[in-house]
């Protein structure tokens, strides 16, 4: 008991409170009668009270008050779990990945390819346009256009578009929001198709910069109009046939501003789907060029070729 009030004094002498007070102190002197749980640092008796409360309380001698439990704790294995990684540690730590670093290749881990791809100013395009895609390439644009206004987009494109095996996966409004900030980023954007441009995707390969607009020999192009189902009541499909012809309209603009032809011809050419090879892409105005590597044979000759008649 002779323990108790020295340990009482050393707790409450600073403190205002009587009824607080008491109750501490019956706690104290409960917690006193575990001998086990005692400690003696530099000739004082100390409390851990860590086991009573799951939250950490503050030091004995230190006057850390803890507001929940009133308790107080000079455990030296509670500050070591406070500083130890393994405990609570992480929380406020952002944890940063490196994508790739310089080095031999058998050194180094393989590097995440998207953001490797994406650090060389690469947008790369796989998929179907739908939301969450959309909004992936509208970021990554803007981002490339804060960090250097003046270097170059290189965007890839292997997209059917808005459908992929005859269904439909999103909306053309998707492709127009793409569009709008290619044409409002300052960068050029310098577009290849990697496989097949279909659709909507067609649009964004030939809103490209003039004169950097290409496709690789094995790739397949292709325009279309707009796809559209409809179910409900008679008024709500009139509504939603006039919002297709809408879309419509707009996408025949669009597609007659970077072609070069008029917005009748377009109009007839997509009423059924309408195939490019690389080659005939050019010669339709949707490409500038077809890249060819160091294996081929022509080195795109055939392309300029046809484009002079020559052949």
Not at 214 to 220: K, Q, R
Request: net charge positive.
């Amino acid at each position: 008991m002779a323990t108790a009030r020295c340990l009482e004094t050393s707790l409450f002498a600073c403190s205002s409170s009587q009824p607080q007070r008491s109750i501490v102190s019956r706690r104290a002197t409960t917690a006193c009668g575990l001998s086990s749980r005692n400690k003696r640092i530099n000739g004082a008796v100390c409390l851990d009270t860590s086991f009573l409360s799951h939250h950490v309380a503050g030091s004995l001698l230190g006057s850390s008050l803890s507001g929940a439990s009133g308790l107080f704790s000079l455990s030296k294995s509670v500050n070591q779990r406070q500083s130890s990684p393994r405990n609570g540690a992480r929380r406020g730590v952002v944890t940063m990945v490196i994508p790739f670093q310089r080095g031999d290749a058998t050194q180094q881990p393989p590097p995440d390819l998207p953001s490797y791809l994406f650090k060389n100013r690469i947008v790369f395009l796989g998929m179907s346009l739908v939301p969450s895609v959309t909004e992936l390439i509208m970021a990554e644009l803007l981002y490339l256009q804060y960090e250097d206004p003046d270097k170059p987009i290189y965007m890839y494109i292997n997209s059917t578009g808005t459908t992929k095996d005859g269904e439909k996966l999103g909306y053309e409004t998707e492709a127009f929001a793409i569009y709008d900030t290619m044409s409002y980023v300052k960068p050029p954007i310098f577009t290849l198709c990697v496989g097949n441009a279909w659709g909507e995707a067609a649009l964004l390969l030939a809103a490209g910069s003039k004169g950097n607009r290409a496709a690789l020999p094995s790739s397949t192009i292709m325009i279309k109009q707009p796809i559209a189902q409809f179910r409900g009541q008679a008024t709500d499909i009139d509504i939603a046939r006039k919002e297709v012809r809408n879309i419509k309209t707009e996408l025949v603009n669009l597609y007659a501003r970077h072609l070069g032809h008029s917005a009748e011809k377009i109009e007839e050419d997509i009423r059924r789907p309408k195939y490019f090879s690389p080659e005939e892409a050019v010669e339709y105005g949707i490409i500038d060029k077809v890249l060819y590597g160091d294996k081929g044979q022509d080195k795109g000759v055939v392309a300029d070729l046809k484009r002079a008649q020559l052949i």
